[in-house]
Nanobody
Framework: QVQLVESGGGLVQPGGSLRLSCVAS????????MGWYRQAPGKQRELVAT???????TYADSVKGRFTISRDNAKNTVYLQMNSLKPEDTALYYC???????????WGQGTQVTVSS
């Protein structure tokens, strides 16, 4: 089992920044990729960014150049630095961890990000 706890969401004005954190616990040695997804009201959950255990990152086109995902394996934590935030970034952001041994995705409870003036 893997548990994920997100933090760092909040209300920010357009153009502002936030940093999300996700701490993993449990069977963390089995985790390979970790990532962030988001879901806005009335929309499907979508990929924001992922990062492998070796630090290789991928991003959705909508956040490239604005968001940066990073991972501290010693702290079992993945971060999402979000800059130049836009109202369309408003969503519930979920942390994800993938365990290939059992082909299972784990999810956190989500942290709300609201971008509004």
């Amino acid at each position: 089992q893997v548990q994920l706890v997100e933090s760092g969401g909040g209300l920010v004005q357009p153009g502002g920044s936030l940093r999300l954190s996700c701490v993993a616990s449990g069977s963390i040695s089995l985790i390979t990729a970790m990532g962030w997804y988001r879901q806005a009201p009335g929309k499907q959950r979508e990929l924001v960014a992922t990062i492998t255990s070796r630090g290789s990152a991928t991003y959705a086109d909508s956040v490239k150049g604005r968001f940066t995902i990073s991972r501290d394996n010693a702290k079992n934590t993945v971060y999402l630095q979000m800059n130049s935030l836009k109202p369309e970034d408003t969503a519930l952001y979920y942390c994800n961890a993938y365990v290939p041994l059992i082909t299972k995705d784990y999810w956190g409870q989500g942290t709300q990000v609201t971008v509004s003036s």
